[in-house]
C-alpha cells in the first residue's frame, strides 16, 4: 500500500524568507499524481500545486515550487518569500491507481513578522 | 458558487445518538469521499463513493455508513455516536476519479464533537 510520510510536524519561517517543507512517499506505480495542500486557520483546504509523475520538470506557482525526485520518492515544497498569510497546516498528497488521495500527516507553518 | 458544500458546519453530540451529514457538489462529480481529520494523523478516509448507488469502505470505516442516492449528494451517518468520533469531518469531490487526476474538491468541514 502506499504511504505518504512528512517529517516535520512544525516549521517556522522568517517574513520574506524561503522554506522548505519535506515530503516522502512509497509506491510501486510508475504513474501517478503529487499535490500540496494548504489549510489556514479558517479550515478549508486549498490546492496549492500538483505534480504529475510522468513530467520531469518541476511545477510552479507563483512563489510555490517543487523539487520533484522521482527516483527518490521525494516531493519537496519550496515558499519563496514567505508571508503572514503563508501560515497554515501544508498536506502531501499521493493520487495513485486506488483512485482516492493518501494524504501525509502535516506540518504546522509558522511565519514570523 | 460551484463548489462542495456541507452541513453542519458545527455540531454537538451526546454519546449514542445519531445524526447524517450531507454533502452536496454541483460540478457533476463521479466520485465523492469523507475523510476525517484529527490532530497528528492528517486525513483518513472513511468511505467512498465512484459513481450514484455506489458505495465503498475507505481506512477508517467502522461505526459510519454512508449513501448515494444521488449523484450530487453524498451522506455520511454515525449510527450510534461515540467520543473517539470527535473529529472534524471533511467532504471532497473529484472530476477524474480513477487517479484524482487534478485533486479534490473539499467542502469547508463539520467540527463534530461527542460527549
Known amino acids: 500500500a502506499q504511504t505518504v510520510t512528512q517529517s516535520q510536524p512544525e516549521m517556522s519561517v522568517q517574513e520574506a524568507e524561503t522554506v522548505t517543507l519535506s515530503c516522502t512517499y512509497d509506491?510501486?506505480?510508475?504513474?501517478?499524481?503529487l499535490f500540496w495542500y494548504k489549510q489556514p486557520p479558517s479550515r478549508q483546504m486549498i490546492l496549492v500545486i500538483r505534480?504529475?509523475?510522468?513530467?520531469?520538470q518541476n511545477a510552479t506557482e507563483n512563489r510555490f515550487s517543487v523539487n520533484f525526485q522521482k527516483a527518490a520518492k521525494s516531493f519537496s515544497l519550496k515558499i519563496s518569500d514567505s508571508q503572514l498569510g503563508d501560515a497554515a497546516m501544508y498536506f502531501c498528497?499521493?493520487?495513485?491507481?486506488?483512485?482516492?488521495?493518501?494524504f501525509g500527516k502535516g506540518t504546522k507553518l509558522s511565519v514570523k513578522p | 458558487n460551484a463548489g462542495v458544500t456541507q452541513t453542519p458546519k458545527f455540531r454537538v453530540l451526546k454519546t449514542g445518538q445519531s445524526m447524517t451529514l450531507l454533502c452536496a457538489q454541483d460540478?457533476?462529480?463521479?466520485?465523492m469521499y469523507w475523510y476525517r481529520q484529527d490532530p497528528g494523523m492528517g486525513l483518513r478516509l472513511i468511505h467512498y463513493?465512484?459513481?450514484?448507488?455506489?458505495?465503498a469502505k475507505g481506512e477508517v470505516p467502522d461505526g459510519y455508513n454512508v449513501s448515494r442516492l444521488k449523484k450530487q449528494n453524498f451522506l455520511l451517518g454515525l449510527e450510534s455516536a461515540a467520543p473517539s468520533q470527535t473529529s472534524v469531518y471533511f467532504c471532497?469531490?473529484?472530476?477524474?476519479?480513477?487517479?484524482?487526476?487534478?485533486?479534490?474538491?473539499f467542502g469547508s468541514g463539520t467540527r463534530l464533537t461527542v460527549v
Open positions: 471532497a469531490s473529484s472530476y477524474s476519479g480513477a487517479r484524482a487526476v487534478y485533486g479534490y474538491t
Open positions: 509506491t510501486s506505480e510508475s504513474d501517478y499524481y
Open positions: 505534480q504529475e509523475a510522468y513530467k520531469q
Open positions: 498528497a499521493y493520487g495513485g491507481s486506488q483512485g482516492n488521495l493518501i
Open positions: 460540478m457533476n462529480h463521479e466520485y
Open positions: 463513493s465512484v459513481g450514484e448507488g455506489t458505495t
